[in-house]
Nanobody, 125 residues
Framework: VQLQASGGGLVQAGGSLRLSCAAS????????MGWFRQAPGAGREFVGR????????FYADSVKGRFTISRDNAKNTVDLQMNRLKPEDTAVYYC???????????????????WGQGTQVTVSS
């Protein structure tokens, strides 16, 4: 699976951005899709994930209520809608795919098998 993230940019605090992740290669549907982010000098942080059916999504407390993940398996895309952005949301955002059922935590980036290249999100105060 190849993942391509897009949609990053510069936005003022309180604004919105929508990131998209396009998948190609092997069948997209059986994968849990996750979003992570990495700020300068920090480790990679879980943002949220969505189940393969799109029926359930889970979020980090820091973004809950502001970010929404959705997916379209017919188009092989997963989106991250980010509202009420804060300066602390500034980071490189990565989409990731986890193949099949995992016994490890989906909050852990090591659980994911495939990664996109990342897209920069900068929120100015």
């Amino acid at each position: 699976v190849q993942l391509q993230a897009s949609g990053g940019g510069l936005v003022q605090a309180g604004g919105s951005l929508r990131l998209s992740c396009a998948a190609s290669g092997r069948t997209f549907s059986p994968y849990t899709m996750g979003w992570f982010r990495q700020a300068p000098g920090a480790g990679r942080e879980f943002v949220g994930r969505i189940t393969w059916s799109g029926g359930l999504a889970f979020y980090a407390d820091s973004v809950k209520g502001r970010f929404t993940i959705s997916r379209d398996n017919a188009k092989n895309t997963v989106d991250l809608q980010m509202n009420r952005l804060k300066p602390e949301d500034t980071a490189v955002y990565y989409c990731a795919a986890a193949n099949g059922y995992k016994t490890s935590s989906y909050y852990d980036d090591m659980t994911y098998d495939y990664w996109g290249q990342g897209t920069q999100v900068t929120v100015s105060s």
